[in-house]
């Protein structure tokens, strides 16, 4: 099989068989004009050069009368209706989707949704860090002593005022 400058499959006459032939009329019907343009030149040159292929298009085009004669069914409103209630009780579903979408919209209003997460994950990585490098046990260092706080060194002393 061939392709085109467009990137289709394109048949050649001598690739075309019985089986492929088949399905396509199978699918498309009797009439050429509704077979695929990659592969109508060589249905129909097969179809010049065999006689099984014309058998095929004779009963297919049997099938295309009968489906040609059968009225469309009308579909009564209630139906409709309700098909199309159904439609709208599928698009109100919640989902992770929406409830994220949801989100972010109420964190940051008319935003784009990676813009709340950025915004999110930076200030997790932020505080992680923060989180990771600040001391817990209150060590500073040695030569700090117990001079940890100027203040808790100096003594209390009332300037008076007799608070």
Known sequence: MNRNSWGNS???ASEMDEGRFAEL???????????????RAAAQGYLASSATARQLVAAAAGVDHVLAMAAATPIPTALQARMLADFDRVARRPS???ILRAAAEFVWPGAPAWQPAFALGMALAIGIGIAVL??????LGEGTGNNMFALDGSPDLDSGQGI
């Not at 699918?27 to 077979?35: E, F, H, I, Q, V």
């Not at 600040?134 to 060590?139: I, K, N, R, S, Y």
């Open 96 to 98: 992770a989707r929406r």
């Open 134 to 139: 600040t001391p817990l046990d209150g060590h």
């Open 25 to 39: 009329v199978g699918a498309y019907g009797a009439n050429p004009d509704r077979w695929p343009g990659s592969e």
């Open 10 to 12: 394109v048949v050649n």
